[in-house]
């Protein structure tokens, strides 16, 4: 097993496009660090960086102590799992988990001891004679993993696994993936765009944007301490309401209210930021967020309800309330909520970074 380390990354095709800007990250050994952002953020060409399929424009990659900027993928000791299982279709399960080791000259014993291995810990032992064409979707995938697995490389890396998976079938090969991962113990940097699957999986979460880092560290601290508005708008579902509110004497306004809340010092407006779930009927007693607004809308989602409504005097600034269980509040109805001072985050409005608490 290794670490992987990269120093002030860069990447820019031809044309001048930098795809990647100046990434520095620590991978310790043993860890599982999810790379998370929209389409285009950059997070899958830096996971082919990482692999040697692209190569890199500026700065360093370290896998355990070898420099690997000029190494081919073949050389890095990885092993790689991509969105398309590659699985060959004319080859039996155990053909497809041993080819690899085949190809490097592994001995028939040893080939036989991993393949089992695997297959045993994949839960594919009864499908070791069968070809793809025979297997589910969730079957292939633990193939696609297996093979990289009979390798026992220095690390792993999953470019998306199972964005072609139903939701069904994604929730229970993330919960596989997670306790796989911790029963080998192998250095692992793992792709994807959906937030919830980042935040499950993850040790260490990379939350990326425009080719820059916004954000790393655990999930519930990116979580509860989202250190921009981007982060704070991406990590969560539904994502935290995002309020403009000016200071008037002091204190912050909103809309057509006071929102019961001091004024940053030297600064005229911020962005105040409240999570769903911290929305509570009924006005702030002592310090904290009171917001009042009309509902729009209902969404029941069995166990909880989502109240979309607008903030008094500001129609265009639209806020999501979370509810436990069932809600009868009818739209056009107007509440008033409130949140602690404590789960309340002010945002600077130019550079979108979190303002010191």
Do not use: W
């Not at 166990?303 to 999501?320: F, K, N, Q, V, W």
Request: hydrophobic letters at 40%; glycine letters at 10%.
């Amino acid at each position: 097993m290794a670490s992987i380390t990269l120093r002030n990354v860069d990447k820019v095709y031809a044309g001048g496009v930098q795809a990647v800007r100046n990434v520095s990250l620590d991978v310790a050994d043993g860890e599982l660090v999810v790379l998370v952002g929209p389409s285009g953020c950059g997070k899958s060409t830096l996971l082919r960086m990482i692999a040697g399929l692209e190569s890199i424009t500026g700065g360093e990659i370290r896998i355990g102590e070898r420099r690997v900027n000029e190494l081919e993928p073949a050389e890095r000791d990885i092993a790689m799992v991509f969105q398309n299982y590659a699985l060959y279709p004319h080859m039996t399960v155990f053909d497809n988990l041993a080819y690899g080791l085949r190809n490097r000259g592994v001995p028939r014993a040893e080939i036989d001891r991993r393949v089992d291995e695997a297959a045993r810990l994949l839960e594919i032992e009864p499908f070791l004679a069968r070809k793809p064409r025979a297997l589910s979707g969730g079957q292939r995938q633990r193939v696609a993993m297996g093979r990289a697995i009979v390798r026992e490389p220095q690390a792993f890396l999953f470019d998306e696994p199972l964005s072609n998976l139903d939701a069904k079938l994604r929730n229970q090969m993330r919960i596989e993936i997670r306790q796989l991962q911790r029963r080998l113990g192998t250095t692992s940097v793992y792709v994807t765009h959906d937030q919830l699957e980042a935040m499950t999986l993850a040790d260490l979460l990379v939350v990326m944007n425009k080719g820059e880092v916004e954000q790393v560290g655990p999930p519930l601290d990116v979580y509860e301490r989202p250190a921009s508005v981007f982060v704070a708008g991406f990590i969560g579902a539904p994502a935290m309401n995002l309020i403009e509110a000016k200071a008037v004497n002091g204190r912050l306004t909103a809309g057509s209210g006071a929102l019961d809340l001091p004024a940053p010092a030297g600064v005229d407006t911020v962005r105040v930021g409240v999570r769903p779930e911290h929305l509570h009927f009924g006005s702030a007693d002592g310090a904290g967020l009171t917001l009042g607004l009309t509902v729009d809308a209902i969404e029941p989602v069995g166990a909880e309800t989502y109240l979309h409504g607008h903030l008094d005097g500001s129609p265009r600034t639209t806020l999501i309330v979370r509810v436990a269980g069932k809600s009868l509040i009818p739209p056009g109805t107007r509440i008033d909520t409130h949140a602690a001072a404590g789960d309340v985050h002010l945002f600077d409005i130019a550079t979108g970074k979190r303002l010191p608490d």
